[in-house]
């Protein structure tokens, strides 16, 4: 089992450009989540999904759009990157109790 | 939203003395977690709690929830180095988000 798995692992971007962050899961989880965490600091909600074609905001959703057509993938789509988007970004699935975090993906914007 | 405020913020022990790692917040949680984060990597559950005034136990952790829900604590006796990492407690706000702590950095020394 791969649990979850998250692309890229880094990427660097300039500001105005525009990327999408891959998440996968392959425990057949109906919730999945995007967090963002600064440097030594916790983790703030992104987005989440409670199923395939159902979303809703987090804390931080500005700036930021996803969407879930399957159950396995939830990209998070980022829109005219700006620098307050440097952060480190994971993606989660979980059960009733337990989430199960990917390895995340180091984004700058310079 | 609510808030989940951790302390210390930073820890640091020498081998072999005991600690204790506070989870508050003015608001009941469904449930609460501990986490363990270490550089580079994706959060590892530890433990999830559920009904007030429970206590965990993972061999030299202990985890215990308030008897109101809104308050938690981990403990560890006799720490060593590879306990050393970043540990967040999270609450579950209803049914599908997690709100993250402030976080708390510990560095065990050999």
């Known amino acids: 089992n791969a649990g979850v798995t998250q692309t890229p692992k880094f990427r660097i971007l300039k500001i105005g450009q525009s990327m999408t962050l891959q998440c996968t899961q392959d425990m057949n989880h109906n919730y999945m989540y995007w967090y963002r965490q600064d440097p030594g600091m916790g983790l703030k909600l992104i987005y989440y999904?409670?199923?395939?074609?159902?979303?809703d905001k987090g804390e931080v959703p500005n700036g930021y759009n996803v969407s879930r057509s399957t159950t396995e993938d939830f990209p998070l789509r980022l829109e005219l990157a700006a620098p307050s988007q440097t952060s480190v970004y994971f993606c989660?699935?979980?059960?009733?109790?337990?989430?199960?975090f990917g390895p995340g993906t180091r984004l700058t914007v310079t | 939203t609510q808030l989940l405020e951790q302390s210390p913020q930073f820890l640091s022990i020498q081998e072999g003395e005991n600690l204790t790692v506070y989870c508050n917040s003015s608001?009941?949680?469904?449930?609460l977690q501990w986490y363990r984060q270490e550089p580079g990597e994706g959060p590892v559950l530890l433990v999830t709690v559920v009904t007030g005034g429970e206590v965990k136990k993972l061999k030299r952790l202990t985890f215990q929830f308030g008897d109101a829900r809104k308050d938690s604590s981990l403990h560890i006796t006799a720490a060593q180095p590879g306990d050393t990492g970043l540990y967040l407690c999270a609450g579950r706000e209803g049914t599908y988000k997690y709100i993250f702590g402030t976080g708390t950095r510990l560095k065990v020394l050999a």
């Open positions: 989660a699935s979980r059960t009733d109790y337990e989430q199960y």
């Open positions: 999904s409670v199923g395939a074609g159902i979303t």
């Open positions: 608001s009941v949680f469904s449930s």
